[in-house]
């Protein structure tokens, strides 16, 4: 018999639950039956709750069993795992696994799929089909093809990637920059995380089309100190690219330069948002530029520079690789394409979705997610981070777009789905909004510096209940003027959590239910 | 006063990252990854080095929740208090670990064994509660589970 090929993931996440101790014990345990196994370390295809997921290559495919412990090894080998026997921990086929056979992978295609710094079954699997043409084409026809996609940035604001490109594009001087922002500041989001460890290629395949595309020669990848795994993975992914003239002065011998730097950031949330991150980038403390000037006209060192996020980044090659129309096909309204859902919190089926625009938050938490881990009823999702908006279990059939977010009330962000039972306590929820933001705040403006910690003063003693309405009216005129009084989106969003919390959720705070309705 | 050895590591990594004071962050990290914390006399001579103030590098120094001005426990363990992590119960986990450490939340240890630090989101969301014990992560982290993986760093 040949080899049988075994998939062990190496991302952070399954290695947090021991997917590292299962890859030695499998190796072990072969060894001492004497069968051979080619074992490949891949990326999480997302399936999170099922991790530590271990597939083995079958004729028909490959199979899933999940989750894996040390202890399950050698009832695994006994079971005849390795020819598809049955388990208890048997899943079946992995591409028929519905979480997974229901979405629609595009920028996450390879994720999971290959060992991420295998650059043949990187290219093998569609990968430099995107750069490939990209070399060929003129930079205002990548910028062209990118804008007809309709693709948005993903990092949390939604601006248009193709106009952002135009502008620096448009910009003379001869030095530009390309910022990746994988800051991922957001609780409750990892698709940056899990692309950079699974398919790092992608995002630096990206890179390389952005800079032929505006003229830039020089990218950084702003990365968060918390993701050692992917700041390891993303080392390898440069060096290999290096080695294969795939970053260097003469890309593929077209006569394109570009070279890539890994910053690492030093725990700051505000370093995300992107003049912070530019500032960081400069070496100095993290406190956000006043705008204008927009860093597509000035920038890093002040030059024009395209900042994006990981995964706008990431779905470029797709992009170019299949044409912006077809990118576009997916999705509704303005909000084109797939967005790459992340669920989190007290879900019974945590992980990466990735699905086109106009997917309920419903469909999300119980189709996909099915309710809580706990087995308690949901009560709210936090929904787009730490700024956005609890949305209640009743108003879950929202579709999940950009505008019927901002609809109703809420937003995207990075698409983070923080999902909470019926015992949570939503005034403590405002509480900590609040308490964030005062630890996490710049300090460069006075709304947000002194506003947070009113906030969170007013609401340790709304959550004692004392006097009541005074501090509830104290409450959401600093919410007010947080929202209008803030420089960047830290402060001017730190009411939307707050706020929502306080109209779906009167009695957490003392009301009763229809007074705040 | 600082021995001169160590005055010569800090020349070297910010003669290694070029002396440039646009490489700042990156020399913090280095030198915080070699002495473990950042002392008064590794700022002074970092901003020697980079021909920045002493008041630019303290600036940025403290800008930053990574950099440490006092040297760490032995024993770093970073509990996941952001939202996600909430939802299943890292409140509850932050005060076991508090009594069973004897240590409050963001201090050291008086033995100077262990430290206790919050931290906001490490990107393992949906495997909380999430816990990070000297660069290690860890997922769905109950106390019992917390007990166990802290008594094996630390021995
Ligand atoms: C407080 C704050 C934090 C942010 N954090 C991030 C982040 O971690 N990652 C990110 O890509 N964008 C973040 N952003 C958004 C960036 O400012 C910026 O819009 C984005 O990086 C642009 O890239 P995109 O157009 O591809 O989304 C943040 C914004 C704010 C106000
Ligand atoms: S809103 Fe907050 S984070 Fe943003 S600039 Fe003002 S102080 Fe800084
Ligand atoms: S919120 Fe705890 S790991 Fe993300």
């Avoid at chain 1, 999480?44 to 199979?63: F, K």
């Avoid at chain 1, 009541?468 to 007010?480: I, P, S, T």
Wanted: charged share 20%; glycine share 12%.
């Amino acid at each position: 018999m040949s080899a049988v090929t075994v998939f062990v993931p190496k991302d952070a996440a399954a290695v947090s639950v021991g997917a590292d101790d299962v890859a030695v014990a499998l190796s072990q345990e072969a060894q001492n039956r004497g069968i051979d196994i080619n074992l490949i370390r891949n990326g999480s295809r997302g399936l999170l709750w099922l991790e530590p997921l271990v597939e083995i290559e079958t004729p028909s495919g490959r199979v899933a069993f999940g989750p894996v412990s040390t202890s399950d090894i050698s009832g695994l080998f006994d079971a005849g795992f390795l020819s598809g026997g049955d388990h208890d921990l048997g899943q079946g086929l992995t591409e028929d696994i519905p979480y997974l056979a229901k979405q629609e992978r595009l920028t996450f295609a390879r994720c999971g799929v290959i060992d991420p710094l295998d650059l043949t079954a990187y290219e093998s699997h569609g990968g430099l089909v995107g750069l490939k043409k990209a070399l060929e084409l003129e930079p205002s026809a990548i910028v062209e093809d990118v804008t007809a996609s309709g693709l948005r940035g993903r990092g949390g604001a939604g601006f248009p990637a193709g106009r952002k490109w135009e502008t620096v594009r448009k910009e003379s001087g001869d030095q530009k920059y390309i910022c990746c922002n994988a800051d991922e500041g957001d609780s409750g989001t990892f698709a940056d995380r899990m692309l950079m460890e699974g398919d790092p290629f992608t995002l630096l395949e990206g890179m390389v089309i952005a800079g032929r595309a505006v003229g830039a020669d020089t990218g950084y990848i702003y990365i968060r100190s918390e993701y050692p795994h992917a700041i390891r993975a993303l080392n390898d992914a440069v060096s290999s690219f290096e080695r294969a003239n795939l970053l260097g002065k003469n890309i593929l011998g077209s006569g394109q330069a570009f070279i890539i730097h890994i910053r690492i950031g030093a725990g700051a949330y505000i370093c995300g948002e992107e003049s912070s991150m530019l500032e960081s980038l400069e070496g100095k403390r993290g406190q956000v530029r006043a705008k204008p000037p927009i860093p597509a006209i000035s920038g890093l060192f002040g030059k024009p520079t395209v900042v994006n996020n990981v995964l706008t980044l990431a779905t470029v090659p797709y992009v170019l690789a299949n044409g912006g129309k077809t990118y576009s096909a997916y999705g509704q309204g303005k909000s084109r394409g797939t967005q790459p859902f992340q669920l989190a919190g007290d879900i019974a089926r945590g992980g990466l979705v990735e699905k086109a625009f106009g997917v309920t938050l419903r469909e999300l938490v119980e189709g996909f997610g099915g309710g809580t881990r706990s087995g308690r009823p949901v009560r709210t999702a936090q929904v787009g981070g730490p700024l956005g908006a609890y949305i209640p279990e009743t108003a879950f059939d929202v579709d999940m777009d950009y505008e019927s977010l901002a609809g109703s009330g809420a937003m995207l962000g990075h698409g983070g789905v923080v999902v909470f039972n019926e015992s949570v306590d939503m005034a403590r929820q405002a509480r900590f909004a609040m308490e964030f933001c005062e630890i996490e705040s710049c300090g460069k403006c006075t709304p947000c510096r002194i506003g947070s910690v009113r906030g969170k003063e007013t609401l340790d003693k709304i959550i004692v209940g004392e006097d009541l309405e005074k501090n509830l009216a104290v409450l959401e005129d600093l919410c007010v003027l947080m929202t209008d009084g803030s420089l960047c989106a830290m402060g001017g969003l730190t009411p939307m959590p707050v706020t929502s919390a306080l109209k779906h959720f009167p009695e957490d705070f003392g009301l009763a239910r229809q007074a705040a309705e | 006063m600082q021995e001169p050895d160590e005055k010569r590591a800090v020349l070297k990594v910010c003669q290694d990252h070029g002396s440039r004071p646009e490489n700042l962050l990156e020399v913090l990290h280095a030198v915080q990854a070699h002495d473990g914390y950042l002392s008064d006399d590794s700022l002074r001579e970092i901003a020697t080095c980079l021909n920045l103030t002493r008041a630019e590098v303290h600036g940025v120094a403290s800008f930053y929740h990574d950099f440490r001005r006092v040297p760490p426990g032995k024993t770093v363990v970073k509990i996941c208090l952001a939202e996600a992590c909430q939802a299943v119960g890292c409140d509850a986990l932050k005060e076991h670990a508090a009594q069973a450490l004897s240590t409050d939340m963001g201090t050291t240890s008086s033995d100077g064994e262990v430290s206790l630090e919050p931290v906001y989101c490490l990107g393992n969301c949906a495997l909380g509660p999430a816990v990070m014990i000297n660069g290690v992560l860890h997922g769905r982290v109950t106390p019992e589970k917390l007990d166990s993986l802290v008594s094996r760093a630390s021995s």
